[in-house]
């Protein structure tokens, strides 16, 4: 092992080492930062008015995922979805 023990080489695995845990320290302390200051979710009971006089009754449609390019009647059931859409005024 010609550069093991070079004075430059090993310098330089020094100083990668140090910022490589130097950069995982910092990306786990802004990850820390942003769970903290991150805002809480709404107040569910300030929104249920809301939400309960809204006509929505849901946006998706249950299908499964690999049921949905063998099964036919999949697009006519979107085709439905997105008619129920138009008849409350959703775009």
């Known amino acids: 092992m010609k550069y093991a023990d070079d004075p430059f080489w090993v310098n330089l695995r020094w100083f990668m080492f140090v910022l490589f845990w130097a950069m995982w320290l910092g990306m786990l302390a802004g990850a820390i930062t942003i769970i903290i200051k991150a805002p809480n979710s709404g107040d569910l009971e300030r929104d249920l008015p809301l939400l309960q006089s809204s006509r929505v009754q849901g946006v998706f449609i249950e299908v ?26 959703i775009k």
């Open 64 to 89: 499964p995922t690999y049921d949905a390019l063998d099964t036919p009647d999949v697009l006519d059931r979107f085709k439905a979805f997105v008619d129920k859409a138009k008849e409350y005024s």
